[in-house]
């Protein structure tokens, strides 16, 4: 149980900015499911009154955290990471298929997202591994472990034909990045993900010349020297990178469901559907971009009320704050937003324990994804992917796992003085 010092030492800051933000995000669902025969604050049978309920069920969750011994959460890791691995397994075995996505549990009147839950397990157990006393994060053995607790919820998540929480799962190399992880790997990544795209627009064999041409110029004009070694690695380099983009068009085709690609084309200008695949970015960007400056005003967005673009509670509620709000409201809501990764990544680097750290800095980088993915995909600016906007979005699962999220690590917090 807390203590009166613990509570004193609550980050209170990151406890208002929530608050501020859940309720920004209530008001914003409700207007963007107005409808003015059902108009009452507290209809329970509408969006925002179910969002409510959500709400006050996530405050008493974050409550409950709050006075829970800390070291419960570093103890019970692994038993957490089991059960909701084993909870992702029920869900491929008997969840309900809504949109081409087999992701939720139906239990009663209400639906259960087993992937919500599955970050915030993966960040403790994680965060339990790596905080081991005798891990070295540079060998090999290591590296797997860790590979390995992040794949199987993803690569679950995946089955689930979910895409979009299953890319989220990358965001765990923010954090191994700061134990001292290589940046190698962050390079790496950076470079596939360029690769995928440039495999997308030009001719495969073209697209290879440049890379060994990259390969031959690193070689010959930025290495002093030139040993039989560094003309392998150049080569190997090569020819993974050749592999790798001759497996973009199965990857594609095979992986990725046919909205999906739909998406990416529309994204990359390969194609132009505003009917289709095109449509909901489309309407999404004229909603955003009619709010101007300072916005229509609150339940006065005509985009919004005519209900053009689809899903505006949930992945697309952000253009609802564009139109209703316009650039200053988003501004805010985005400045919002990056004063508490900042401060997360503030509250990460003070703790004394290693689980505590790692665990902050995986709250941090899931939270950045999931904005910046949201956010960008609103904006045309990314493929659509169907990622919520953290503690804002409509929906049960997504509020209540991102506040178990987040409130352990306020938790954690507390005690940062004390060593785990």
Known sequence: M??????????????????????FGWLNIYAACYDPAHAELFDFSRQ????????G???LLAVVILNVEPRFFANTSYFIYVIVIGLLVL???IGNETNGGKSWIKLGAFKLQSSEFAKFATALALAKFMSAIDLDIKRLNTKVVAAVIVAVPAGLILLQHDTGSALVFAAFLLPMFREGISAKVLIYGAMAALLFVLALLINKWLLIGIVAAVGLFYLFVWLNKRTRRD????????????????????AFNNVLES???????????????????????HQSKIAIGSGRLIGKGFLRGTVTKANFVPEQETDFIFCTVGEEWGFFGSTLLVVAYIV???????????????????YGYSVASILFFHVAVNVGMVLGLLPVIGIPLPFFSYGGSSLLAFTILLFIFIRQDATRNQLL
């Open 2 to 23: 807390r203590t009166t010092t613990e509570r004193k030492h609550y980050d209170w800051l990151t406890i208002g900015l929530y608050i501020a933000i859940v309720l």
């Open 91 to 93: 869900t491929l075995l």
């Open 57 to 59: 069920i996530a405050l």
């Open 48 to 55: 925002h009154g179910k969002q409510l309920l959500w709400i």
């Open 340 to 358: 508490l990764l900042v401060h997360l990544i503030s509250m990460a680097e003070r703790q004394r324990s290693t689980f505590a750290r790692f």
């Open 259 to 281: 909205h999906q690609r739909e998406r990416i084309d529309v994204l990359l200008g390969k194609t132009e559907d505003l009917s289709g695949a095109g449509y909901n970015v």
């Open 231 to 250: 003309y392998f690695g150049v080569l190997l380099h090569v020819l993974l990178a050749a592999a790798f983009v001759f497996s973009v068009d199965f």
